[in-house]
């Protein structure tokens, strides 16, 4: 598969920053951010999984809106794009099972998430920044309020992450 990502990938000396299509990007490590995690939960409980999942709302919703600026792309166009991307840039493998614009409903798979893998087993879904990305992408596209579950989790014994939005 050709990674378009990371083809125009720039980096800028002067910024010391990684760009696509001008926005920034970071490399970090999976555990470096599940540390992060597992610290704001032991501090305050499930309120840590809200902020992780705003925190990428928020950039799920800039990055859609950048990107269909960008590209001109449909709503589907965003959601293949996006999709693609995540899996290009190392945040597992993105697989769309169904976008409904009429229903205003959206299902990804995501395999080998670096987040489930480096958190370890779990009882719930521990991918709150999957999540919150596909929900800011999709309340941009949907423009409304959606609400997003993770219905499966590799941290849970399942086979795959599996986000369900609507």
């Known amino acids: 598969m050709d990674n378009e990502i990371l083809r125009e990938l720039n980096f800028v000396q002067e910024k010391g920053g990684l760009f696509f299509k001008e926005v920034r990007y970071l490399l970090i490590r ?16 499930l309120k840590a999984n809200q902020i992780l999942f705003e925190s990428g709302f928020a950039g799920g919703a800039l990055s859609s809106k950048r990107y269909q600026e960008v590209y001109s792309f449909s709503d589907e166009e965003i959601v293949r794009f996006m999709i693609s991307m995540g899996s290009q840039i190392g945040w597992g493998r993105f697989e769309l099972e169904k976008f409904d614009p009429v229903e205003k409903k959206l299902v990804i798979k995501v395999f080998h998430s670096p987040f489930a893998e480096a958190y370890g087993t779990s009882t719930s879904g521990v991918c709150h920044f999957i999540r919150g990305v596909m929900a800011g992408m999709a309340s941009t596209i949907f423009q409304i309020t959606v609400i997003s579950k993770e219905s499966s989790c590799l941290s849970r014994g399942d086979q795959f992450c599996r986000f369900e939005i609507m």
């Open 30 to 45: 999976p555990e470096t951010l599940i540390s992060f995690q597992k610290a704001s939960e032991r501090e305050i409980g």
